[in-house]
Nanobody, 122 residues
Framework: QVQLVESGGGLVQAGGSLRLSCTASGRTFSDNVMGWFRQAPGKEREFVVSIVWNSGSTFYGDSVKGRFTISRDNAKNTMYLQMNSLKPEDTAVYYC???????????????WGQGTQVTVSS
């Protein structure tokens, strides 16, 4: 089992910034990918960004490119999401996800955090 603890959500005005954190513990392994998804009320869950733990390769969803930055601290097993130039449409519950490389975000070896609310006011 892998446990994920998220923090950093909150309320911010449009144009502002927030930083989310996600720390993994338990039976983690180095051959993994971590990422963030989000879900706004009445909408489907959306991929935001991911990072391959070993290589540091990153993949961004089109809606956040140029505004969000993902990073990691290997020693702390922690992933960060720096969100700048926030827009009201970024309002959602943000979920941290951990999975083994080469598997599905929704597979048996994927683990999801409890989610953290981000609200951007106009």
């Amino acid at each position: 089992q892998v446990q994920l603890v998220e923090s950093g959500g909150g309320l911010v005005q449009a144009g502002g910034s927030l930083r989310l954190s996600c720390t993994a513990s338990g039976r983690t392994f180095s051959d993994n990918v971590m990422g963030w998804f989000r879900q706004a009320p009445g909408k489907e869950r959306e991929f935001v960004v991911s990072i391959v733990w070993n290589s540091g390769s990153t993949f961004y969803g089109d809606s956040v490119k140029g505004r969000f930055t993902i990073s990691r601290d290997n020693a702390k097993n922690t992933m960060y999401l720096q969100m700048n130039s926030l827009k009201p449409e970024d309002t959602a519950v943000y979920y941290c996800v951990f999975r083994k490389t080469g598997t599905s975000w929704y597979g048996d070896t994927a683990y999801w955090g409890q989610g953290t609310q981000v609200t951007v006011s106009s």
